[in-house]
């Protein structure tokens, strides 16, 4: 089955400051790639989506680019803000979209 | 469109005794998926469901788990006989097809 790698949490900038979080997969075959968010006490939200190789998704000033080569779909936001704070969850789709895998979740807190 | 609703929000149970967690997907949605969460770790993949068909079940999902969805349409995880370990909380999702999954809030379980 499908497995992921995602950076370990917690981070903490400053407002302002550029974001990544690294994650890294294995699949069987090409799965599409998503990024979800989970704000404090709310469930689990798309955050944005790439569905073929070199695609790249984006959504509220965050990015993320599907690489095939090295099996990864880094997410980046060149400027967070203290809205941005929540935990990230990387998942790789499985065949047929049957289920989600999803990395153990990068808990991000932006300070004013 | 409302969104994935889930109830009840918030179970607490003793141990030993029967819970059922109901989840009503976005109209027209015809894969429904169910999902573990425990504190601090992403989504675990339960089981899913195309239509009222039960396609796909996890490891983790033992016979004390069943889930339902009659007609289609909303869906029912029952767990019998609960146990400590069986606190966490309970995510529903639901896709058109081969689509993004999009999430409920989810029911958090509490066993005693």
């Known amino acids: 089955g499908n497995s992921v790698t995602q950076m370990e949490g917690p981070v903490t900038l400053s407002e302002e400051a550029f974001l990544t979080i690294n994650c890294t997969y294995t699949?069987?075959?090409?799965?599409?790639l998503f990024w979800y968010v989970q704000y404090p006490g709310e469930g689990l939200q798309l955050l944005l989506k790439a569905t073929k190789a070199d695609d790249k998704g984006s959504n509220k000033g965050f990015e993320a680019t599907y690489r095939k080569e090295t099996t990864s779909f880094h997410l980046e936001k060149g400027s967070v803000q203290v809205s941005d704070s929540a935990v990230y969850f990387c998942a790789p789709g499985g065949t047929g979209m049957r289920q989600l895998t999803f990395g153990s979740g990068t808990q991000l807190t932006v300070l004013p | 469109d409302t969104g994935v609703s889930q109830n009840p929000r918030h179970k607490i149970t003793k141990r030993g005794q029967n819970v059922t967690f109901r989840c009503d997907p976005i109209?027209?949605?015809?894969?429904l998926y169910w999902y573990r969460q425990t504190l601090g770790q992403g989504p675990e993949f339960l089981t899913y469901f195309q239509n009222e068909a039960q396609l796909e079940k996890s490891r983790l999902l033992s016979d004390r788990f069943s889930a339902e969805r009659p007609k289609g349409s909303f869906s029912t995880l029952e767990i019998q006989r609960t146990e400590q370990g069986d606190s966490a909380m309970y995510l529903c999702?639901?896709?058109?097809?081969?689509?993004?999954?999009?999430f409920g809030p989810g029911t958090r379980l509490t066993v005693t």
């Open positions: 699949a069987t075959g090409y799965p599409s």
């Open positions: 109209s027209e949605h015809n894969r």
């Open positions: 999702a639901s896709s058109l097809a081969l689509n993004e999954q999009y």
